[in-house]
């Protein structure tokens, strides 16, 4: 597994995160809300144990980057404003992430513990699928970012990912290029530690 | 309310399980998912027990009606007894 | 059935009282409001700190804001469940609090302007809170005495975390200290508000109740001895030239404008509007989701 598989899998875990920890405080019922802020979490504290694997300085590679240089796949960057739409990428992000991660578990120890965590997200996600399966909102939301959860995936493992969700192979959002809605993430993302001079303290 | 699942948390293996709070959910599942971050994401649980609150009897009244004190502990005041003991025998305690 | 003599006499005497025991009519509503604004306050307590997970400059920062904050939404659970038991549906208080009927905490309405804010808020509002909390652990209405330990044990976390931010910046450059110094100089208005306008204890319905335990001037007093000469020892200074501690070990102080205080926690902070309309429309746009989840 070479440094820009990692980093792609890193950035995915960090921006889909960062995006999922929008809705600490605002998800639709309360203990939904308590819930999903800890898969947040967990994506972000994978993110960080991948760093730790590529670098000293985990912050330093998480912010520090301009955003070209990030290998997130378009598919995390979109800023999701609609429960429908947050919940379907969270179910189709840990589809594809169970596919990604059964490849790597063999060449990377930390996928297998990184996995015994998404067991977890996977029962979530599973949960709200089943429930939602036959609201509108839902199923429009499943269809509008397919192509962009294809994108997630080589093009090896898309068949995969087929199969599970049930929709055909498509063209893909391809993974090398960025939204629009990546520089005003990273901006945010990192307007407080800009503001202070490289390696200050926080 | 009929979706309110009351919780139940053990601390350590081995301790009573404990009434901690509810949750409000449609059914089990969801009740699972919610309860294990609401009592669980800190490490604090190593069970839970989710039980609808419809499935919980409840009893709080009792007749007492009798003096029924001879079998509880409290409805036993040794002190005066024991000491005209253990003054006839000589075992009384300097004071 | 009782009287609410009896009831006065057995709730002042410590007796606990549970959700199907009979209670006089003013209890129940002093307490639901009571229980009702404290939930309200948390979960509109989230919004001033959620911006600034975005924006946390470190991962480590990142994830302990989130933590902090995911807290209070879980505590806003324990609480409304408590006075959902009470009889008021959490759909209804939801309702109540969007449409600016209901109150929350006066800390809340105010605007947050930097990372500064951030260490202050966690630290500082957090304490002050934890000092009401604490004496709430003896409240004679028991399931909201049970909640208050896990809301105590989660809470002393966050002051540790905002106290660490704090100690961070204050520790790294001049312009970092700046942003904390200029962040308390904000804050310290409110949190001397935050407790309330002193009312002596036997005329606090509240107290009379074994609902507080503790007279608002009490909590005061218990921030100002414990947290004053932690801000003092940082270097940082107070905005009130009056706050001393005299010889009889009472903190005097400026005494905080009342009005502004009554004035904010019936719906007029600068931030209050804008808070209430951005939950009212997400509470509106997600409303399918709930009748899908919660339907039978």
Request: aromatic letters at 10%.
């Amino acid at each position: 597994m070479n440094e820009q598989e990692l980093l792609s899998l890193a950035d995915d875990e960090l921006i889909i995160g960062w995006r999922d920890s929008e809705w600490t405080g605002i998800a639709p019922l309360l203990e939904e809300d308590v819930a999903f802020s800890s898969i947040a979490q967990n994506e972000i504290g994978h993110a960080r144990a991948v760093y730790e694997l590529l670098s000293d300085d985990a912050d330093a590679l998480a912010f520090d980057r301009s955003p070209e240089e990030y290998r997130c796949a378009p598919f995390v960057e979109l800023h999701l404003l609609h429960w429908a739409h947050t919940i379907a990428r969270r179910w189709l992000y840990e589809v594809a992430d169970e596919i990604r991660i059964a490849a790597l578990k063999e060449e990377l120890p930390l996928a297998a513990k990184i996995d015994r965590e998404e067991a977890y997200h996977r029962m979530h996600a599973e949960m709200w699928h089943e429930r939602l399966a036959g609201s509108p909102q839902f199923a429009a939301a499943v269809e509008e970012l397919w192509p962009y959860a294809l994108g997630m995936l080589p093009a090896s493992q898309r068949d995969a990912l087929s199969a599970r969700v049930g929709l055909p192979v498509v063209d893909a959002v391809e993974r090398g290029t960025h939204t629009d809605e990546l520089v005003p993430l990273w901006e945010e993302m990192t307007m407080v530690r800009r503001s202070a001079p490289a390696g200050a303290q926080w | 309310m009929n979706d309110v699942w009351e919780v139940f948390r053990q601390d350590r293996r081995g301790t009573p399980f404990e009434h901690a709070g509810s949750v409000v959910a449609p059914d089990a599942e969801f009740a699972e998912a919610w309860a294990r971050e609401q009592y669980g994401r800190r490490g604090e649980s190593v069970a839970l027990w989710l039980v609808p609150r419809d499935a919980v009897h409840v009893v709080d009244e009792w007749a007492d009606e009798f003096d029924l004190k001879y079998r509880r502990v409290d409805g036993y005041s040794i002190k005066a007894r024991l000491k005209e003991a253990r003054e006839r025998a000589g075992t009384a305690e300097p004071r | 059935m009782g009287s609410e003599q009896e009831f006065l006499e057995y709730v002042q005497g410590g007796g606990q009282v549970e959700t199907r025991d009979w209670m006089p009519d003013d209890y129940r509503a002093k307490l639901l409001k009571f229980i009702e604004m404290h939930g309200n306050s948390e979960l509109m307590g989230v919004l001033p700190e959620r911006e600034w997970i975005l924006r946390a400059p470190t991962l480590q920062r990142k994830l302990a804001l989130t933590a902090k904050v995911q807290d209070e939404v879980g505590h806003a659970q324990l609480i409304y469940r408590v006075a959902e038991d009470l009889g008021k549906p959490r759909a209804a208080m939801l309702a109540d609090l969007v449409a600016g009927k209901a109150k929350f905490h006066n800390v809340f309405h105010y605007p947050t302007k930097s990372w500064g804010d951030v260490g202050v808020i966690a630290w500082l509002v957090d304490a002050a809170a934890i000092i009401s909390q604490k004496a709430l652990l003896k409240c004679s209405y028991a399931p909201y005495a049970r909640i208050m330990k896990k809301i105590c044990w989660e809470e002393s976390f966050h002051i540790l975390h905002g106290r660490d931010v704090i100690l961070a910046m204050v520790t790294g450059t001049p312009e970092q200290f700046e942003l904390v110094q200029e962040a308390l100089d904000r804050w310290w208005g409110p949190l001397m508000q935050f407790h309330g306008n002193p009312i002596p204890y036997d005329e606090d319905p509240m107290v009379t109740w074994r609902i507080k335990s503790q007279a608002n001037e009490d909590a005061r007093q218990q921030f100002l001895d414990g947290y004053v000469p932690q801000i003092l020892e940082l270097g940082l200074t107070i905005p009130d030239p009056k706050l001393r501690k005299n010889d009889d070990g009472v903190w005097e102080y400026t005494e905080p404008d009342w009005d502004e205080l009554k004035h904010v926690v019936t719906g007029h902070g600068p931030k209050t509007a804008e808070r209430l309309s951005f939950r009212a429309r997400v509470l509106e746009q997600e409303q399918w989701v709930r009748d899908v989840v919660l339907a039978a």
